[in-house]
Structures are given as structure tokens and as C-alpha cells.
Nanobody, 125 residues
Framework: QLQLVESGGGWVQPGGSLRLSCVRSGGTSGYDAIGWFRQAPGKEREAVSCIGPGNSTVYADSVKGRFTIFRESDKDRVYLQMNHLTPEDTAVYYC???????????????????WGQGTQVTVSS
């Protein structure tokens, strides 16, 4: 069974940075995309970023220039570097994986097959 585990959430002051990690395991063959989502209280789950084959990436407009999705040698470990955080970034952050990746298109949540449990990010002074 494919599983994902997020870590790295926490509290940070506005303007600060956090790095989230997502580790994927168990039958990952054929799942090309790993995406990050977030969900704030009372709001729908929002796509943040996604990484695919060849380390191609795509971002939501709200995080472009502030967040970076990347991975190192292990294709099943993905990071989300979040800089210049604002209170509007406060949410539970989830990673998920999907079979397909589309360049220049941020897939919606229902296109993903497996999800992690989420990690809380709180930005406040």
C-alpha cells in the first residue's frame, strides 16, 4: 500500500521560513507526480505545488516566488521550502501522489490517489 508521511510543520512568525518534507513509500512505480496541498479552517483544499518527471514543477500563483518544491537524489522524498510566510499561509499542509503530471497545470485534489495525514503550519506574531 502506497503511503505518504509529511513532516516539518510548526509555528513561525510572518516573514519566516519553514521546510516541509514528504516521504512516499510502498509501490510507487507509475506514480509520476507528488503534490502539495493546504487546507485552512473553513476553506477548501487548495493545490500549492507539484513536481513531476525530470523534476518539472508547477506552482499556484499565490506561492510563486516564495515556495520551492524540490527533491534530491531520492525521487520519493519531496520538500516544500516556504519563504516569506504570511498569516494567509496558515493551514494544514498535505502531500499526495498521482499517476500523471501535467506541465503548466496544477492538478486538483481529486486527481490524486494517495494522501498523507497532513502537517500544521501556523504563521502568526
Amino acid at each position: 500500500q502506497l503511503q505518504l508521511v509529511e513532516s516539518g510543520g510548526g509555528w513561525v512568525q510572518p516573514g519566516g521560513s519553514l521546510r516541509l518534507s514528504c516521504v512516499r513509500s510502498g509501490g510507487t512505480s507509475g506514480y509520476d507526480a507528488i503534490g502539495w496541498f493546504r487546507q485552512a479552517p473553513g476553506k477548501e483544499r487548495e493545490a500549492v505545488s507539484c513536481i513531476g518527471p525530470g523534476n518539472s514543477t508547477v506552482y499556484a500563483d499565490s506561492v510563486k516566488g516564495r515556495f520551492t518544491i524540490f527533491r534530491e537524489s531520492d525521487k520519493d522524498r519531496v520538500y516544500l521550502q516556504m519563504n516569506h510566510l504570511t498569516p494567509e499561509d496558515t493551514a494544514v499542509y498535505y502531500c499526495a501522489t498521482a499517476r500523471n503530471f501535467y506541465l503548466n497545470y496544477l492538478m486538483p485534489a481529486h486527481w490524486y490517489d494517495f494522501w498523507g495525514q497532513g502537517t500544521q503550519v501556523t504563521v502568526s506574531s
